[in-house]
């Protein structure tokens, strides 16, 4: 069906080390994606987004990768925080559609 | 700049109840969104104004939920009556214009339990 999900429920990382969030959509029409960041009792955040033209746009700390081949998305956050911890959601737009979101991955940082 | 504003942020009602939520969105913003986001699960869109006007509520439960925005500013989502598996966070969001890359701004939501 038309859904994105993500790979992995739950990821732990220790403080310092770099998280990878992934991200798998089935939507080849698909040509907008976008991360957010969603901490306990708020709202989703915006954190990144990436069109269908590019492969890898980059934020402050954060790297967004984009494979159409295998239609997968990636989150990189460098140098992980405490308060990184959060449910990361990536989400997708095709044209005409409205914004769909994934079931996200809970990250959390260990000190 | 003051964020997307909701109340109440908490609402406990039993079921075949109603339920109404207020949302405020960013000044100037002239899209306004409601979500529903099950425990664990992400958002789904429910209804999408564009000013005061629909642009998209094909995923609204018509026959129990509805929503207004009659000036073109905040709004208003109701739940009649309420069923048990309304249980969720409804979110509201605005964005500046609606276009397809306009960045959503999310409120801290409603949480809604229905006993």
């Known amino acids: 069906g038309e859904s994105v999900g993500l790979h992995l429920p739950t990821l732990s990382v220790q403080e310092g080390d770099n998280s990878i969030i992934n991200c798998a959509y089935s939507n080849s029409a698909s040509d907008y994606f976008i991360w957010y960041k969603q901490e306990s009792g708020k709202g989703p955040q915006f954190i990144i987004d990436i069109r269908s033209n590019m492969d890898k746009r980059q934020g402050q700390r954060v790297t967004v990768l984009l494979n159409k081949t295998v239609k997968h998305l990636s989150l990189q956050i460098a140098a992980t925080q405490p308060g990184d911890s959060a449910v990361y959601f990536c989400?997708?737009?095709?044209?005409?559609?409205?914004?769909?979101f994934g079931e996200g991955t809970q990250l959390t940082v260990n000190p | 700049e003051a964020g997307v504003a909701q109340s109440p942020r908490y609402k406990i009602i039993e079921k075949r109840q109603s339920v109404a939520f207020w949302c405020n969105p960013i000044?100037?913003?002239?899209?306004l969104y409601w979500y529903q986001q099950i425990l664990g699960q992400g958002p789904k869109l429910l209804i999408q104004f564009q000013n005061n006007g629909v642009v998209d509520d094909s995923q609204l439960p018509k026959d129990r939920f509805s929503a207004e925005r009659l000036k073109g500013v905040d709004s208003t989502l109701k739940i009649q009556p309420a069923k048990l598996e309304d249980s969720a966070v409804y979110l509201c969001?605005?964005?500046?214009?609606?276009?397809?890359?306009?960045?959503?701004?999310f409120g801290p939501g409603t949480r809604l339990t229905v006993l």
């Open positions: 969001a605005s964005s500046l214009d609606g276009t397809y890359t306009d960045t959503q701004y």
């Open positions: 989400a997708e737009k095709t044209s005409g559609s409205r914004l769909t």
């Open positions: 000044s100037g913003h002239a899209t």
